[in-house]
């Protein structure tokens, strides 16, 4: 019964409570509310099997916390006499010892703490996981919609040659030049070559995307209701001054930072003395004399031991390496922030470009082409230009209507890149 007694007690110390841990909200949820590709990011996030492994792990983590600071598990030791040792209360037979480490005050805290730093790294590296799955899925999606809209175009041209077609073989029947019509064929090959490598494109980029959004097999169309995005009103200090506070690999380096700090404290302890408590109970058999006191008692003892913590410089080097490798996280942290802000910077550039041309296109080339166009058309009409004039007219307009889209799918790709470097922050 004493042996129960205080093994129970043993074991009671060795539990750790753990702390409650508050769940919280993925750092993507606000980027999904936009409306024009808000159900693909949906769809991805809950389906990738990335993300979801990700978010295992950062749920392993959180589970870590749970047992970091709990005592070392009591030891169990049984001894048998191979030759009974013959004592004035009998024979003694077997030995039984259990014991429990106690590490120096302030150890177990420490481990916890490493555990939540390492939990916290977790978590925001399953949130960098997230944003760059975001940036993914939008950077297709707006590539696909271009290159909808460029197949379009060449397919609203190719319908233009058709007719054109019909008309030069009408004038090449009364006597026109040939060279028209063979000019006319040659472009609508060139036309029908440029389409299957613009399908081809779009069936690479859908491809990529079905595997973002986690599907096995594509899965209806990609198109976009879209337009160009809005001039942008913000300024790139805004979102500079948003990357240091919530950027996701920032945020995975300040936690690990915040792990080898506690893992110095924790080095440091390291030369402090670990001590033990615990019982030693010796079974001990009757002697055949029943007048001797105590006769078969068992013994026991409670007993007390201490580490020596001897080995000094394997200690201070524990130390020492715990404290470069926060030099080295400090760095990269440096490092880090440098590249995120150039990158900033060059995404904010590439936007305010895009912007630039989509102005451009939208209020002076595109209206210039299409003047132009009807010109030429006109005076192909009335035999003052030639066939080759309407497709060159043709193809200058679809090269500037294409280049529009491609820009307006620049700034989109743009906007969203700024908002997965800056933690998911969406500016106007």
Same mark, same amino acid.
């Given at each position: 019964?004493?042996? =129960?007694?205080?093994?129970?007690?043993?074991?009671?110390?060795?539990?750790?409570?753990?702390?409650?841990?508050?769940?919280?909200?993925?750092?993507?949820?606000?980027?999904?509310?936009?409306?024009?590709?808000?159900?693909?990011?949906?769809?991805?996030?809950?389906?990738?099997?990335?993300?979801r492994a990700f978010e295992s792990r950062y749920q392993a983590g959180r589970a870590a916390i749970e047992h970091s600071n709990a005592l070392p598990n009591p030891r169990v030791q049984i001894g048998q006499f191979i030759e009974s040792v013959q004592t004035r209360t009998g024979p003694q037979?077997?030995?039984?010892?259990?014991?429990?480490?106690?590490?120096?005050?302030?150890?177990?805290?420490? =481990?916890?703490?490493?555990?939540?730093?390492?939990?916290?790294?977790?978590?925001?590296?399953?949130?960098?996981?997230?944003?760059?799955?975001?940036?993914?899925?939008?950077?297709?999606?707006?590539?696909?919609?271009?290159?909808?809209?460029?197949?379009?175009?060449?397919?609203?041209?190719?319908?233009?040659?058709?007719?054109?077609?019909?008309?030069?073989?009408?004038?090449?029947?009364?006597?026109?030049?040939?060279?028209?019509?063979?000019?006319?064929?040659?472009? =609508?090959?060139?036309?029908?070559?440029?389409?299957?490598?613009?399908?081809?494109?779009?069936?690479?980029?859908?491809?990529?995307?079905?595997?973002?959004?986690?599907?096995?097999?594509?899965?209806?169309?990609?198109?976009?209701?879209?337009?160009?995005?809005?001039?942008?009103?913000?300024?790139?200090?805004?979102?500079?001054?948003?990357?240091?506070?919530?950027?996701?690999?920032?945020?995975?380096?300040?936690?690990?930072?915040?792990?080898?700090?506690?893992?110095?404290?924790?080095?440091?302890?390291?030369?402090?003395?670990?001590?033990?408590?615990?019982?030693?109970?010796?079974?001990?058999?009757?002697?055949?004399?029943?007048?001797?006191?105590?006769?078969?008692?068992?013994?026991?003892?409670?007993?007390?031991?201490?580490?020596?913590?001897?080995?000094?410089?394997?200690?201070?080097?524990?130390?020492?390496?715990?404290?470069?490798?926060?030099?080295? %996280?400090?760095?990269?942290?440096?490092?880090?922030?440098?590249?995120?802000?150039?990158?900033?910077?060059?995404?904010?550039?590439?936007?305010?470009?895009?912007?630039?041309?989509?102005?451009?296109?939208?209020?002076?080339?595109?209206?210039?082409?299409?003047?132009?166009?009807?010109?030429?058309?006109?005076?192909?009409?009335?035999?003052?230009?030639?066939?080759?004039?309407?497709?060159?007219?043709?193809?200058?307009?679809?090269?500037?209507?294409?280049?529009?889209?491609?820009?307006?799918?620049?700034?989109? %790709?743009?906007?969203? =890149?700024?908002?997965?470097?800056?933690?998911?922050?969406?500016?106007?």
């Open positions: 019964m004493q042996i =129960k007694i205080i093994t129970l007690t043993l074991l009671g110390f060795a539990s750790a409570v753990a702390q409650p841990y508050s769940d919280r909200v993925d750092p993507a949820t606000l980027l999904l509310s936009n409306g024009l590709i808000g159900p693909y990011l949906t769809e991805g996030l809950q389906n990738n099997p990335r993300i037979r077997q030995t039984i010892q259990l014991q429990q480490p106690f590490p120096p005050p302030g150890v177990l805290n420490q =481990k916890r703490s490493i555990a939540q730093a390492s939990s916290e790294a977790l978590w925001h590296a399953y949130a960098h996981q997230q944003f760059q799955l975001i940036d993914a899925i939008a950077e297709t999606l707006f590539e696909i919609a271009f290159l909808e809209k460029a197949i379009s175009l060449n397919q609203e041209n190719a319908r233009l040659l058709l007719q054109l077609e019909s008309l030069t073989e009408e004038r090449v029947a009364s006597g026109g030049e040939l060279n028209d019509l063979v000019r006319l064929q040659i472009e =609508k090959k060139r036309l029908e070559d440029t389409i299957a490598r613009l399908e081809r494109r779009k069936a690479e980029s859908a491809a990529h995307l079905t595997a973002a959004l986690g599907r096995s097999l594509p899965n209806g169309d990609h198109s976009l209701a879209w337009q160009p995005p809005e001039p942008l009103q913000s300024s790139i200090d805004d979102w500079l001054q948003a990357l240091p506070q919530r950027n996701a690999q920032l945020a995975i380096l300040s936690a690990l930072e915040r792990s080898r700090e506690a893992r110095l404290r924790l080095a440091k302890q390291a030369g402090r003395p670990e001590f033990n408590v615990g019982i030693n109970y010796i079974r001990t058999g009757s002697r055949s004399d029943p007048d001797i006191v105590d006769n078969g008692k068992d013994p026991w003892a409670l007993f007390i031991g201490v580490s020596l913590p001897i080995w000094r410089n394997a200690n201070n080097a524990l130390a020492r390496e715990s404290a470069l490798e926060s030099d080295a %996280i400090q760095s990269e942290i440096q490092s880090l922030t440098l590249e995120l802000i150039a990158d900033a910077r060059a995404q904010f550039a590439k936007l305010e470009d895009s912007q630039k041309r989509i102005q451009r296109y939208d209020t002076y080339l595109l209206p210039l082409a299409r003047q132009s166009l009807e010109l030429t058309e006109a005076n192909y009409r009335t035999s003052k230009s030639s066939i080759l004039d309407i497709i060159e007219s043709e193809r200058t307009i679809i090269q500037l209507e294409t280049d529009y889209w491609r820009a307006a799918a620049d700034a989109w %790709i743009a906007r969203w =890149k700024l908002a997965t470097l800056s933690g998911g922050l969406w500016l106007n």
